[in-house]
């Protein structure tokens, strides 16, 4: 019953912004940890941002840091992703995914992900 839907996804050329989200439903989301992946063709997974709600931290792929934002609001059960800045290299399908809540722990590796959206694709020119 779970479902996360990412939305916001499109071409942008290199230096430009975008803001993805993910919007939550069949649950709340208030003790959970929220993460965003990418996945680039023929690559793996990997992670760029989570934020835990109930702990208030959140944690950056150090190839993001200092261009991309991860927030969260409660109340709509929804997690954004702002983008700055974008590069070539950004090019990928992003998808958030739910962490169980283990107190203010937030996973930053795939495994540790129970649900996912389906993906939404950027793509940034040079």
């Known amino acids: 019953q779970v479902q996360l839907v990412e939305s916001g996804g499109r071409l942008v050329q290199a230096g430009g912004s975008l803001r993805l989200s993910c919007a939550a439903s069949?649950?709340?989301?208030?003790?959970?940890?929220m993460g965003w992946f990418r996945q680039a063709p023929g690559k793996e997974r990997k992670f760029v941002a989570a934020?835990?709600?109930?702990?208030?931290?959140?944690y950056y792929a150090e190839s993001v840091k200092g261009r991309f934002t991860i927030s969260g609001d409660n109340a709509k059960n929804t997690v954004y992703l702002q983008m700055n800045s974008l590069k070539p290299e950004d090019t990928a399908v992003y998808y958030c995914?739910?962490?169980?809540?283990?107190?203010?722990?937030?996973?930053?590796?795939?495994?540790?992900?129970?649900?996912w959206g389906q993906g939404t694709q950027v793509t940034v020119s040079s």
């Open positions: 934020i835990s709600w109930s702990g208030g931290g959140t």
């Open positions: 995914a739910r962490g169980p809540p283990y107190g203010n722990y937030v996973g930053l590796t795939v495994p540790y992900y129970d649900y």
């Open positions: 069949g649950r709340t989301f208030s003790r959970d940890a």
